[in-house]
């Protein structure tokens, strides 16, 4: 295909979406979808969020279908707005991160103990639990985080997320053991 003919191609796919039309909107997907996820992943280094990143993007082009307006070519559009939602994945991140392990770390410093030695060990296992949340997909953390730092109910849960309880179970089930499993490999990742 020419790039004449791939911009007109673009235009007329645009021009769809705008009208409401789902299948000019799944082409779109299907055509762009596996390219943006490997963008997303590379920034994000996690396949599930990169795909969650990607899904958001198309979700917000359809949203607002009715003002879409893209002067650039869509593949332009699309790839730039992945970037900058996969940068601020990371953005929220990072201040997650920082907000979990000051949480920890006031946890641990308000648990009375006699040996300061036996603090900072508590101190490091916070930090290395901390930083295993992390890794875990956005919505394992999510889940895991509203169970157990907020002590919310999986029917709680459920209800926030508007997911169905026994997902919210198995996504308690798999961010436990995938947390034990880094710990269990390097509970001190700082020490390396």
Known sequence: MSPAAGRA????????IRAGDEQAFEAVFSTYAG????????I??????????????FYRVWRNRDNLEIREQLAGYLYR???????????RRQVERQWQAEAWRARAAATPDSSSAASADQGEVADAFVEALARLPERRRLVLMLRFRDGLSYQEIAERLGIAV??????VGRGLKEVRAQLGRD??????
């Open 81 to 91: 707005a992945t970037r900058n939602r996969a940068l601020d994945h990371l953005k």
């Open 9 to 16: 191609l673009q235009e007329r796919w645009v021009s769809r």
């Open 35 to 42: 390219q943006l996820q490997e963008v997303a992943r590379r």
């Open 187 to 192: 509970p001190c990742p700082s020490r390396r």
């Open 44 to 57: 994000v280094r996690c396949r599930e969020a990169a795909t969650e990143i990607v899904q958001e993007v």
């Open 166 to 171: 026994k997902t919210v179970e198995n996504q």
